[in-house]
């Protein structure tokens, strides 16, 4: 059974910190994905990434792939309000194609 | 484009009733997906297909069913709900060459 544990639970911070979120497995992954969910609503894909030792961004967020395809880390730099909401990563296990799991989520709560 | 299309977005049942909930997407892809939502455990993984007329089982498959007749529905069957069945319940898909799954808004279900 492959597992995916993302770490903080819960974040809370003030606008203009940066904050790391990580997710990390004993299992390899062929692909990895960041979501993010805003309350009510599914989930939105933030990147993939796929290669080992990857590193991906997107303004403020950088995304990164372990070298042994293992982990991933979402760093944002400077936070802002507007980054509020539930992070998620995702990993597709090599060779099990179609199937994708979920960690279990990051709260990431900025104040002004 | 609708996208991802999930049918009802609430309902309420009672214990030991059955009902479906309905999945369709309008974006010709290939794999489908059915996960639950609670609190602090992220998304589980229920049920997916990798195409029409195949599909395996998830993280937590029991007191559910699937089928994949068609490209484009992915119905998931619940024959007998459990209180522990409450839940929010989202469906996905993405294409054969993308990584990332479009997701559904969610059907929010209460067993009572």
């Known amino acids: 059974t492959q597992l995916l544990e993302q770490s903080p639970q819960f974040l809370s911070i003030q606008e203009g910190e940066n904050l790391t979120v990580y997710c990390n497995s004993s299992?390899?992954?062929?692909?990895l994905q960041w979501y993010r969910q805003e309350p009510g609503e599914g989930p939105v894909l933030l990147v993939t990434v796929v290669t080992g030792g990857e590193v991906k961004k997107l303004k403020r967020l950088t995304f990164q792939f372990g070298d042994a395809r293992k982990d991933s880390s979402l760093h944002i730099t400077a936070a802002q309000p507007g980054d509020t909401g539930l992070y998620l990563c995702a990993g597709a296990p090599d060779n099990q194609g179609g199937k994708l799991i979920f960690g279990q989520g990051t709260e990431l709560s900025v104040k002004p | 484009n609708a996208g991802v299309t999930q049918t009802p977005k609430f309902q309420v049942l009672k214990t030991g009733q059955s009902m479906t909930l309905q999945c369709a997407q309008d974006m010709n892809h290939e794999y489908m997906s059915w996960y639950r939502q609670d609190p602090g455990m992220g998304l589980r993984l229920i049920h997916y297909s990798v195409g029409a007329g195949i599909t395996d089982q998830g993280e937590v498959p029991n007191g559910y069913n699937v089928s994949r007749s068609t490209t484009e529905d992915f119905p998931l069957r619940l024959l007998s709900a459990a209180p522990s069945q409450t839940s929010v319940y989202f469906c996905a898909s993405r294409g054969t060459y993308n990584y990332g799954y479009t997701f559904g808004s969610g059907t929010r279900l209460t067993v009572v």
């Open positions: 299992s390899v992954f062929s692909s």
